[in-house]
């Protein structure tokens, strides 16, 4: 009896746990379910939309972009009878951008005619709601070109590609006249430039809304066009050069018949205007000379840093630019020019030393006498990387006892532009020792020079690379009125000036460490990585006036010390 009812007994406590484990639970399922029914679907969820719309922009400019690449590379584009195919491509490419920064000027940029085109119709009645037309002012809060120094760049370079582009247009009624479409293409070209350039000049740093579909299409349809110029004249480049060879040896009496074939083809003969009205080849190459290679070499170096601050923009974007935090807008720009002498003169006598060596690889040229010029050459480069090798060190070892933030002015775009300048190094000088022991292979006479030279050039980039990455990131400290390293600074700013110069000259002038003749390959991979080369240095010496002008600077600065303060040498400079 007594075992029945605790049976009973222990079957209504296992019903009652059930029902109540079952009252407890439903209403969270119930809940959960009534949560997801309530989510939005994807198609309507402010998230996805920008997902996709990032994910889209991405494609096309990944499409696009290998288009472009294989158009240029491609043989039967590159031949004469696709002319008009080859240069209607080129017109929509430029059309399309000029477009996309027609309308980021009137609607994201400048939108007050927008705005008051929307007032006027809503006065005449034909717009109800002025909420929902409007559009929003800029917000200028972004990344953009970083630094003055970089954007001071930009309009050099993009200048000097405009010029390139204006003298092509002049030529093309020179002679036989080209058919019109190539007048277009190079008008396109030019205005391109110029709008590209006044953007990254002054409006780099809005703030892009992540909603804007259009914007964001348009920036990565500039990054495809910036990475195809780049490659097109990469290509011409050589192009250019490996005529050239052909030609020195043509002239030198060993192959009279294959000069006549060049000089056909090429018309680097500056005497004769022989050109044929759909020619692709480039007019101005032919009537500039080697002036035209420096050109060239800017409107590399200008595609290459557009196509990557176009994507810092697309990059860098923000869901309510409104809503973004203020940054404050500075009117000037203070430079404390203190401790600057001793390594301001020493780079400008390592300048003088690299300018007398161009001048002396001149005469010996002249003179024929190109085994000579070439390794005054490379013992110019032994002496300069030997200096600078120890210079960074120097500097890491002086600058030790400064603090670390994180915080860097224009850190991404600085970062990307010095990893690409360090790629392009890098190929450049693997390739030559590439070439180097090859030619030792082959039991060929090789200076031992090349080797040196080569070895301590990979060595001396990779550690001023690293040292910039550190150093960009490296404060004084508030109490402290040392500043450890900036004669070391200053020295390595103006040597990198210097060697920006010096390898414009170097890789358009000079063959050092590389063989007369060498493949197609090895030919085309040199010529990309030869505008990297000079871009390198330009760039560094943008990061090294970066963190000369910002490492060294205290809390209170600007408020303790005045402009005619007769203790510290000031400079103001009015920001543009």
Known sequence: MTNIVVRRDSQTLEASKTQNSTLITTP?????DNNHENMKRWTKNPEARIFCINTLSALYALILTMIAFVIEISPTWRSQEMWLEYSIFGVLMYLFAILYFTYFYLFVIYPNIINSIIYFLHRRGRIASLHRWLLEEPVFNGEGAGTMYLRIGTLFFGSMGAVLYITEILLCFFDTQRNGIYVTKYTLAVAFIYMQMHFIFSNSKVLLKSSNAIAKFGLMHSVAVNLWTWLSICLIKSDMKHSKKEMKHAEDGLKNQTATNVLAQWSYNLTTNSFGAHDKQLRTIVKMGSSANLLLTCLVEFSLIAAVICFIIWKNDHPNPGNSEKKPKKQSVRFDCNGTSVGLFTAIFIHIIS?????????YMKDHNEKVADQLIGYTDVLMFVILLFACLLALFQMRKLQYTSHVHGEVIDDILLIVGLAGECVYSCAAIDLYVNEKLMDRPVPYITMIAFSLRITEVIVQTLFILIAARMRSSPLSNKQPGKQVITFL?????????YHTFETTESSFGFPAKVSEVYTVMLTIASPIVVFYRFHSSACLAEIWKNT????GHDANVGPADSNEKLMMIDKL
Not at 355 to 363: P, Q, T
Not at 493 to 501: A, R, S, T, V, Y
């Open 28 to 32: 969270l399922a119930m809940t959960s």
């Open 355 to 363: 300018v007398v060596v161009i001048g002396l690889h001149g005469i």
């Open 552 to 555: 060294y600077l205290r809390n």
């Open 493 to 501: 700013l103006i040597c990198n000036i210097n060697l920006f110069i």
